[in-house]
């Protein structure tokens, strides 16, 4: 069975930083296109980030681009989202997915078939 567990959620100011892991346990992790997505209260579930199983492309939601960096290490069997400038409505709860065999980064959460428990990210202004 296939898990993924997030972790490096917090509580940050404006301007901050923090940087997401995603704990994979399938060996056959570089399979696997990987991505990030967020919810916040009362809203739906938004796509983030996502990079092809290689690390080779990246695709970026438009509110997070030049801000937010994801990667991938398929030797630690782990992607990573890491976020800079943060702004308070980066606050959500924030969910690793993964798409098996896909060789594109797709952006729709129904794409992936895995996903994480959560981890949250709180931006106070």
């Known amino acids: 069975q296939v898990q993924l567990v997030e972790s490096g959620g917090g509580l940050v100011h404006t301007g901050g930083s923090l940087r997401l892991s995603c704990a994979f346990s399938?060996?056959?992790?570089?399979?696997?296109?990987m991505a990030w997505f967020r919810q916040a209260p009362g809203k739906e579930r938004d796509f983030v980030a996502a990079?092809?199983?290689?690390?080779?492309?990246?695709v970026y939601a438009e509110s997070v681009k030049g801000r937010f960096t994801i990667s991938r290490d398929n030797g630690k069997k782990s992607v990573y989202l890491q976020m800079n400038s943060l702004k308070p409505e980066d606050t959500a709860i924030y969910y690793c997915?993964?798409?098996?065999?896909?060789?594109?980064?797709?952006?729709?959460?129904?794409?992936?078939?895995?996903w994480g428990q959560g981890t949250q990210v709180t931006v106070s202004s």
């Open positions: 399938d060996l056959t992790f570089n399979i696997y296109t």
């Open positions: 997915a993964a798409d098996k065999w896909s060789v594109i980064a797709r952006t729709q959460s129904h794409s992936y078939s895995y």
């Open positions: 990079v092809t199983r290689n690390g080779g492309s990246t």
